[in-house]
């Protein structure tokens, strides 16, 4: 049978996978500049025996498997391979030998996982049918994204795949779990930036000045009402400024405030309708109070939708894997992911694999110092992947 097949060699290139997942965590790379990462992927497609490896996207790598009848359908297994910019707290052999840089986000995890499943998937290629499409790609961590830097490089083209699977690892899932959400999953994601200019002096004075402090407050609180009025209840949406800086002192007003934040929701047409409430909000507020502003809106990744048919069948294959007990229906997660760009393509399946293991003390999330996994993930990670793809393939 194709799982025992799967689930055997899973378990026989459990320690191998474990040594690529160090190797990446040692050496950790960030977005867009992750050569040696690269060059280290393409080394172990290759003595896997994968020969069809097109680079994509100056990092990245499209490579396939082909099975019996390769034409019959194409699925997609897609890994990031970028890292962060925080310094590693872990004291642990593979901890990290680039100052500076760590594997926080578990894309160590998720490209030594697709390594694995590839080799799984190549051993086994005789008893499946159709191609599959392994996607190593940069710059996940980073706007506007290494995702849409490789659909301009025709990722999906040539072949085009029907559907395309992505992992991530997640810290509040036990390992031994995994998790699904078919439909709207995770939120689009905007930076904000803001200039309130004024007029500064001293703060004993202020009808001969224009306070850009009091301008920026009443902008700031005005705006909530695109969350709490303008969008629909229906909608989740988040409106945060982290980052408020107006440099006056106890008796000096400022000429200018700054303000950074982001915004956050699940729908791209209220996405873009909310921008220009946003801009219409901040411009009549400040104009108003008689300052100028500047407010702009860096587009971020959009929202990311499963497509509930391929997502259902992926959430099924797990549970026979893995057992209907470990595979955990999810939340909406705010956080944005730019797999999003794929599933706007074509139909997506995002899901999570468990990393939590509390009895050894690992707990941290993601994007922290001391963020770390339950290695025995791995065995999973490149399994169930490989038999996602496999069942994919024969289900659709
Ligand atoms: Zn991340
Ligand atoms: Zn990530």
């Keep these: 049978m194709m799982k025992d097949k799967i689930k055997s060699l899973a378990k026989a290139y459990k320690q191998e996978v474990i040594a690529n997942r160090r190797h990446l965590h040692a050496n950790p790379e960030l977005s867009y500049q992750e050569y040696n990462t690269s060059k280290f992927v393409k080394e172990k497609l290759e003595e896997i025996g994968i020969t069809i490896i097109e680079s994509k996207a100056d990092t990245g790598w499209a490579a396939l498997i082909k099975g019996k009848n390769p034409e019959k359908r194409v699925v997609a297994l897609r890994a990031d391979m970028d890292a962060l910019p925080i310094v590693e707290a872990n004291d642990v052999p593979y901890k990290s030998q680039n100052p500076g840089v760590m594997h926080a986000c578990g894309h160590d995890v998720h490209t030594a996982s697709l390594l694995g499943a590839a080799k799984i998937l190549h051993e086994v290629k005789e008893d499946w049918e159709g191609t599959i499409k392994l996607i190593f790609q940069p710059g996940e961590e980073v706007a506007p994204g290494g995702a849409s830097f490789m659909i301009a490089d025709k990722v999906l083209e040539n072949p085009r795949p029907n559907g395309i699977i992505g992992q991530h690892v997640m810290p509040f899932?036990?390992?031994?779990?995994?998790?699904?959400?078919?439909?709207?999953?995770?939120?689009?994601?905007?930076?904000?930036?803001?200039?309130?200019?004024?007029?500064?002096?001293?703060?004993?004075?202020?009808?001969?000045?224009?306070?850009?402090?009091?301008?920026?407050?009443?902008?700031?609180?005005?705006?909530?009402?695109?969350?709490?009025?303008?969008?629909?209840?229906?909608?989740?949406?988040?409106?945060?400024?982290?980052?408020?800086?107006?440099?006056?002192?106890?008796?000096?007003?400022?000429?200018?405030?700054?303000?950074?934040?982001?915004?956050?929701?699940?729908?791209?047409?209220?996405?873009?309708?909310?921008?220009?409430?946003?801009?219409?909000?901040?411009?009549?507020?400040?104009?108003?109070?008689?300052?100028?502003?500047?407010?702009?809106?860096?587009?971020?990744?959009?929202?990311?939708?499963?497509?509930?048919?391929?997502?259902?069948?992926?959430?099924?294959?797990?549970?026979?894997?893995?057992?209907?007990?470990?595979?955990?229906?999810?939340?909406?997660?705010?956080?944005?992911?730019?797999?999003?760009?794929?599933?706007?393509?074509?139909?997506?399946?995002?899901?999570?694999?468990?990393?939590?293991?509390?009895?050894?003390?690992?707990?941290?999330?993601?994007?922290?110092?001391?963020?770390?996994?339950?290695?025995?993930?791995?065995?999973?990670?490149?399994?169930?992947?490989?038999?996602?793809?496999?069942?994919?393939?024969?289900?659709?």
């Design 173 to 396: 899932i036990e390992v031994g779990k995994v998790g699904f959400r078919p439909g709207i999953y995770m939120a689009s994601a905007d930076e904000i930036y803001v200039t309130v200019k004024g007029k500064g002096g001293h703060a004993a004075m202020p009808e001969t000045l224009i306070d850009p402090v009091l301008i920026a407050s009443h902008m700031i609180v005005a705006l909530q009402q695109v969350v709490s009025r303008a969008a629909s209840p229906k909608i989740p949406s988040v409106l945060s400024f982290g980052k408020v800086e107006a440099l006056g002192a106890t008796n000096v007003i400022p000429n200018e405030v700054k303000i950074q934040g982001t915004f956050r929701t699940l729908d791209e047409e209220w996405r873009a309708k909310a921008h220009e409430k946003m801009t219409a909000i901040a411009k009549g507020i400040v104009e108003g109070m008689g300052g100028e502003v500047d407010f702009e809106i860096r587009k971020g990744y959009p929202f990311l939708k499963n497509d509930p048919e391929l997502t259902n069948r992926s959430q099924q294959a797990a549970e026979e894997y893995l057992g209907k007990e470990n595979v955990l229906d999810l939340d909406i997660w705010m956080a944005a992911e730019d797999f999003a760009y794929y599933s706007q393509e074509i139909e997506g399946c995002f899901y999570r694999l468990g990393t939590r293991n509390e009895a050894k003390g690992i707990t941290s999330g993601v994007h922290t110092p001391t963020f770390d996994i339950d290695e025995d993930a791995l065995e999973i990670g490149a399994g169930l992947m490989a038999y996602l793809a496999v069942s994919e393939l024969e289900k659709a």
